[in-house]
């Protein structure tokens, strides 16, 4: 017994602040009340227990790892922590109340953009979720059971426009759809077997299907094996503000880019 | 006479005559009829009160009156607001079946008050549902305006839901009290005084709102323009990077215009094709 504990207080020897991610409110009413030296922040899609240091999680990372490293960078680019601090941090792995602690110790290596992804995008942080959403979704069950690929361009749609061009009539216009609206994610399915882009507005709003995106690609690095769709996406986001959110045909990934660099990857399935 | 039907189906009969029909000859007709009242009253009473709540959560009130003050206070009683109707019903049936007891049973004390209570019940009655009601949908208003409210923290903004609960709150009293014959031209003068206010200020204060609101519902029907094209819109130009009801984003390297819809039609849009 005395074995575990001591491995419990290695864990938590020295840490400069607690982090809670999705903390019910008698897990977080523990902490608050305790009293402690270390500062106490939480992270969670929503601030339920109204803690007063808070870093919103746009999207319920299944992945542990992303999660922390969002939480992280989070609080990083708030200045509630800095680089070589360390960070206990009380996560759920699996379903129910918070089960696992880990120990990090904050570096350079810890930025990885994906705060940055959604928190200084031009477009809504919501609006990058729902079409996440709609990414992982359609990843998950394809187009009548067949793999999909489908390229969303959000945010600064006036600019994407005008370096894009139709490859056919676009089925968006004079439509005033936003991603969210329940009745998107079966249209957006439907039309994910047309060819091209779609763009999206920074409120979220579609502007455009079947966009042949046009950007000068010079200098755009990705890793090499992506296809044209990636590299057609990831050009646009180095030529305009706009994020990428592509979804692989071949091997069912989401990815996300901005500034023509790739930024984050998750696989559907784990969601 | 149907007292005598039913002595002369007995005697036809031949079922058990004798002590039977001593005893129910025994006992008036008026007090027979009196406990017939009161057992169908009795019925009447659970099944109305028991379909009121049933109807209600099929409905699903419970679930839309959710974390209202009235639910709340209803839950700590261990009942709940639909079991207070419910139960409302019930005692309104009782009482009636109890005001059918007495003119069946020809109970001629203060004849006239009972007649007036009477007519009296079903207004009280409903006055109690209106109040009910009125209470239920001011803290139901109160807890939508709050939860619209929320993204602004601003500590004044709390003045908002709760102005909306008691204009609701006053609208049900008015309705109860006049549905009680109470004078209330005094209470709806104010009321008229007060909407009449809230209009005029709405008025002035949202009118930029409303002209842009309509301009925006005729831009965003007939889009004279779409995100991407190239427009001038007074002295701002640039590319369109949205339309909403409201304003229009217009953008050129490094500037944003938010530009008011009703600018838009003050002004005209030029579209420019290169």
């Known amino acids: ?271 | 006479m149907t007292g005598e039907g039913l002595l002369s189906t007995h005697t036809v009969l031949q079922f058990d005559p004798g002590q039977f029909l001593d005893v129910f000859d025994a006992i008036p007709r008026a007090v027979w009829a009196a406990l017939l009242v009161v057992v169908v009253g009795l019925i009447a009473a659970a099944v109305l009160g028991t379909l009121t709540t049933r109807a209600l959560v099929r409905f699903g009130v419970p679930e839309a009156i959710e974390g209202t003050a009235f639910e709340r206070t209803a839950r700590e009683f261990d009942t709940s607001t639909v079991e207070v109707l419910g139960t409302l019903v019930r005692f309104f049936v009782l009482g009636i079946t109890f005001l059918a007891v007495l003119s069946v049973g020809n109970v001629t004390v203060a004849a006239s008050f009972w007649s007036r209570t009477v007519q009296f019940l079903p207004q009280l009655f409903f006055a109690v549902i209106i109040l009910i009601v009125g209470v239920v949908v001011g803290d139901k208003v109160q807890l939508v305006v709050g939860e619209r409210l929320t993204g602004i923290k601003l500590p004044q903004i709390g003045v908002f839901p709760r102005l909306a609960k008691f204009s609701v709150f006053y609208v049900a009293v008015l309705i109860a009290l006049s549905q009680l014959g109470v004078a209330t031209l005094a209470l709806v003068v104010l009321l008229a005084a007060y909407l009449f206010a809230l209009v005029l200020l709405g008025g002035i204060a949202l009118s930029d709102l409303l002209k842009s609101g309509a301009a925006g519902s005729y831009l965003l029907l007939n889009q004279p323009y779409a995100i991407g094209d190239e427009v001038q819109i007074g002295d701002a130009r640039g590319i369109v990077q949205e339309v909403n009801l409201f304003v229009t984003h217009v953008e050129n390297d490094g500037e944003e215009f938010i530009v008011p819809n009703s600018t838009v039609f003050e002004k005209g849009v030029v579209r420019i094709r290169e």
Do not use: W
Not at chain 1, 198 to 213: E, H, P, T
């Open chain 1, 1 to 271: 017994m005395s074995a575990l504990s001591d491995i419990l207080g290695d864990l938590v020897s020295d840490v400069e602040s607690v982090f809670l991610f999705s903390p019910s409110s008698s897990h977080y009413e523990r902490f608050a009340d305790a009293d402690m030296d270390e500062e106490l922040v939480v992270i969670a899609p929503e601030n339920a227990v109204e803690a007063e240091t808070y870093v919103e999680l746009p999207l319920e990372f299944d992945n542990v790892s992303d999660r922390i490293r969002f939480g992280v960078e989070g609080a990083l680019e708030r200045e509630l922590v800095e680089e070589g601090d360390v960070v206990a941090c009380s996560v759920r792995v699996f379903d129910g109340d918070a089960d696992g602690l880990v120990r990090v110790r904050i570096d350079e290596s810890m930025r990885s953009g994906i705060y940055d992804l959604f928190a200084n995008s031009r477009a809504d942080p919501s609006v990058i979720r729902d079409v996440f959403e709609v990414a992982i979704e359609l990843g998950k069950k394809g187009q009548k059971g067949k793999p999909v690929g489908a390229l969303f361009v959000v945010g600064d749609a006036g600019k994407v426009m005008n370096k894009s061009r139709p490859l056919s009539y676009n089925p968006f216009e004079k439509s005033h759809v936003h991603v969210g609206d329940p009745i998107v994610n079966v249209m957006l399915k439907e039309f994910s077997r047309l060819d091209g882009a779609f763009v999206i507005s920074d409120s979220g709003k579609i502007v455009s299907a079947y966009r042949y995106l046009e950007p000068a690609a010079e200098g755009v690095d990705i890793p090499k094996g992506l296809g044209a769709r990636h590299m057609a996406g990831a050009a646009i986001t180095r030529d305009t503000n706009a994020t990428a959110i592509v979804l692989s045909e071949s091997d069912g990934l989401v990815r996300a880019f901005k500034g023509g660099q790739i930024i984050l990857e998750i696989d559907p399935e784990e969601y």
